[in-house]
T-cell receptor
């Protein structure tokens, strides 16, 4: 079974631009979570989607948004990029996000903002 | 919200020795505690997890213990090998909002196993 995939793997943008990242979960998984990883803040939860609905959201500004499609693929968007948005963005999927599930991470998208 | 503290931030051991990493959490509602291993440039990989209805879980050389009263959980790696060298993250989560997957992570522990 194929793992979680993310595209693109690397991205370079300039301040003020916007970016869209994509995540394809493991086949059959309907819960997709997004995390930001930086050296200073570590791994921080962004949001989680299940059946096209956002169920949980972390403490990030409204510039960070996401969505999930009917095939469970998910995208996240960052508008008006700032230097501090440079990070590794990881998505993770699980069957339903429930108590007995296991969550698997994708390889991440490395975003650099210049 | 939940806060997870992880110690130590770096740990160096000799091959064959044991390594212990400790985490504390703040939210008594947390009920799921996974541990991830992340090698340089790679994705975090789940190595073991524990749920609040058990106090200890073991998988070969790796074990995790949970003390819900004290709100702490620990990762134990025995007979360490050089390939165990990586950053280890603990995390905690609960089912508020209908989903268990809004993990709060510790800052990570860089484990170095010296041959």
């Amino acid at each position: 079974k194929a793992g979680v995939t993310q595209t693109p793997r690397y991205l370079i943008k300039t301040r003020g631009q916007q970016v869209t990242l994509s995540c394809s979960p493991i086949s059959g998984h309907r819960s997709v979570s997004w995390y930001q990883q930086t050296p200073g803040q570590g791994l921080q939860f962004l949001f989680e989607y299940f059946s096209e609905t956002q169920r949980n959201k972390g403490n990030f500004p409204g510039r960070f948004s996401g969505r999930q499609f009917s095939n469970s693929r998910s995208e996240m968007n960052v508008s008006t990029l700032e230097l501090g948005d440079s990070a590794l963005y990881l998505c993770a999927s699980s069957w339903t996000g429930g108590y007995t599930d296991t969550q698997y991470f994708g390889p991440g998208t490395r975003l650099t903002v210049l | 919200g939940e806060n997870v503290e992880q110690h130590p931030s770096t740990l160096s051991v000799q091959e064959g020795d044991s390594a212990v990493i400790k985490c504390t959490y703040s939210d008594s509602a947390s009920n799921y505690f996974p541990w991830y291993k992340q090698e340089l440039g790679k994705r975090p990989q789940l190595i073991i997890d524990i749920r609040s209805n058990v106090g200890e879980k073991k998988d070969q050389r790796i074990a995790v213990t949970l003390n819900k009263t004290a709100k702490h959980f620990s990762l134990h790696i025995t007979e360490t090998q050089p390939e165990d060298s990586a950053v280890y993250f603990c995390a905690a989560s609960n089912e508020k909002g209908g989903s268990n997957y809004k993990l709060t992570f510790g800052k990570g522990t860089l484990l170095t196993v010296n041959p």
